[in-house]
């Protein structure tokens, strides 16, 4: 009887230390953790180019840790989604950092360029996002961003800015 009781007491013991909730978070962090989350441009944010060329009027992308993206155009009210794999790398200038986009639908094209994240100086849970890529595979005869040269250094600065894109974080990691 005495064995049955251990066995019990030691039975609950483990059922309620397993059922015990995880006080650790996991908190984003830019530097670690780059482009991973969910982010949206509208307005005065959405990259001039993409405003004058196509109309597009806001952007929701969504990053995930598996390396899959999705990105939601929209451009007078049609959507457009784009989806693939992408593959970030810190760069050794300042927070900036590179990244590839393999997309695969509505059609297989690769894009290059640069992203960098600033944390929001009054709500430390925001962060924001200024991004630069170009279109690479089937060549469109323009280069990609390069850190060193900053935003701006498309096809070596010839758009200047007007490809310059800014998101506000949604959702992080």
């Known amino acids: 009887m005495k064995k049955l009781i251990f066995i019990l007491v030691a039975a609950m013991a483990f059922a309620f230390s397993a059922c015990e909730e995880s006080t650790e978070e996991d908190v984003y962090n830019p530097t670690t953790d780059g482009i991973i989350g969910e982010w949206q441009s509208s307005g005065a944010n959405v990259a001039v180019l ?63 360029g640069i992203f960098e994240i600033t944390q929001n100086a009054s709500i430390k849970t925001k962060y924001t996002m200024k991004y630069e890529v170009v279109q690479t595979t089937p060549s469109i005869g323009a280069t990609a961003p390069t850190p060193t040269a900053g935003f701006g250094s498309s096809s070596g600065g010839v758009l200047g800015t007007t490809n310059v894109q800014t998101f506000v974080n949604i959702v992080v990691k």
């Open 50 to 112: 993409l405003k004058t060329y196509f109309k597009v009027d806001s952007i929701y992308a969504k990053f995930n840790a598996n390396n899959s993206y999705l990105v939601e155009s929209y451009a007078s009210g049609t959507k457009t989604t784009y989806s693939g794999v992408f593959t970030q790398t810190k760069s050794t200038t300042g927070a900036i950092w590179t990244i590839t986009l393999e997309q695969n639908t509505p059609t297989a094209v690769t894009s290059e």
